[in-house]
């Protein structure tokens, strides 16, 4: 089968495809034939070895698929041969063909694509962890998303305004705005054009954001801080930006808030039921349409450096997609 091989850390042009064997599956697993690959930022992350995963080589790029199961192994009952499933992988999404855990894989609704099931799983596991879990949130607060026309961006857009949020997407460019208020945010800013904290404190009528979701980083996190409002709850997603701020801790005093760390990967293997559920309640809400699981584009397998690009130049809104 085909697949994109990392042999050593590198940049998305070093990537190679190749010809490798076909999995088999072992038991309590299954063989998964991949039609949608999605990728995220830390796909590049980690290619580079600069992501906290560091897989051994050689490995690919892609960590969560949708597909058709091509075989199962011992002990599986609940699945079969020809079920539609997804499953967050890891790493290694960017082949033809995956063994996977049956306990990971989660059946799709017919009437949901591939490519919008592969995009279910990460962003919108993260922002629905983030959310529910880590947020506190209380109907009718204000939430403030950093990068929200990005992939987890816009999962928290359309998550929060399910939860009765107020949503503020908070972008670089008007386009991405305006495509964040068309997936559940009621209110913009721009922090190309206008001082983030000042832009947050207007649209607060000066009391701040109650929650803030920042997959970004660098320096649009302290600045997002000191807009935070009393008893405040900043969640930190990643770092898109690259940087890794450090913040100074006297605003979690003056401001009596919480800067919380949201992990989905650690938090979904210590809470696998939990997680699982959380999945198929993502993949039910995609097919209903409650939420969109946006796809901004695909490639084939054979452009996943420009695929990797596309996101590493903050040029997506919504999901990337491999198409194997």
């Known amino acids: 089968m085909k697949a994109i091989l990392c042999s050593q850390f590198c940049e998305p042009d070093d990537l190679v495809l190749a010809d490798i064997a076909d999995p088999v599956a072992a038991e309590g697993q299954?063989?998964?034939?991949?039609?949608?690959?999605?990728?995220?930022?830390?796909?590049?992350?980690?290619?580079?070895?600069?992501?906290?995963?560091?897989?051994?080589?050689?490995?690919?790029?892609?960590?969560?698929?949708?597909g058709v199961i091509e075989s199962v192994g011992d002990g599986v009952t609940d699945l079969r041969v020809g079920d539609r499933v997804v499953a967050s992988v890891g790493h290694n999404g960017a082949r033809e063909k995956i063994a996977v855990p049956a306990a990971s894989v989660v059946k799709i609704p017919d009437n949901l694509d591939f490519d919008r099931a592969a995009g279910c799983i990460i962003t919108y596991g993260t922002a629905l962890h983030a959310l529910e879990d880590r947020a506190s949130p209380k109907p009718g607060e204000t939430l403030a998303v950093l990068g929200a026309a990005g992939g987890t961006g816009l999962a928290a857009c359309e998550l929060g305004a399910l939860m009765g949020l107020k949503v503020i997407a908070c972008a670089s460019s008007d386009e991405k705005i305006e495509f964040a208020k068309q997936h559940g945010a009621e209110l913009g800013?721009?922090?190309?054009?206008?001082?983030?904290?000042?832009?947050?404190?207007?649209?607060?009528?000066?009391?701040?954001?109650?929650?803030?979701?920042?997959?970004?980083?660098?320096?649009?996190?302290?600045?997002?801080?000191?807009?935070?409002?009393?008893?405040?709850?900043?969640?930190?997603?990643?770092?898109?930006?690259?940087?890794i701020p450090k913040m100074p801790l006297n605003l979690a005093l003056l401001k009596g808030c919480d800067i919380r760390g949201v992990f989905w990967g650690a938090w979904a293997k210590k809470n696998p039921a939990k997680n699982r559920a959380n999945l198929q309640k993502l993949v039910s809400w995609a097919a209903e349409g409650k939420i969109s699981s946006h796809?901004?584009?695909?490639?084939?397998?054979?452009?996943?450096a420009e695929a990797l690009k596309v996101l590493g130049g903050r040029k997506a809104m919504g999901k990337v997609i491999l198409k194997p």
């Not at 796809?295 to 996943?304: E, N």
């Open 30 to 66: 299954v063989v998964i034939a991949i039609k949608s690959a999605a990728l995220n930022f830390f796909d590049i992350l980690m290619i580079q070895g600069k992501y906290q995963i560091k897989p051994p080589f050689p490995f690919s790029p892609a960590a969560e698929v949708a």
């Open 189 to 243: 800013l721009n922090y190309a054009t206008e001082d983030l904290k000042e832009g947050l404190k207007r649209l607060t009528a000066g009391e701040g954001a109650n929650i803030i979701f920042d997959p970004v980083g660098g320096t649009y996190a302290e600045a997002a801080l000191r807009a935070i409002a009393w008893e405040g709850r900043f969640l930190v997603i990643g770092f898109a930006a690259g940087d």
């Open 295 to 304: 796809v901004d584009r695909t490639f084939p397998l054979a452009q996943t």
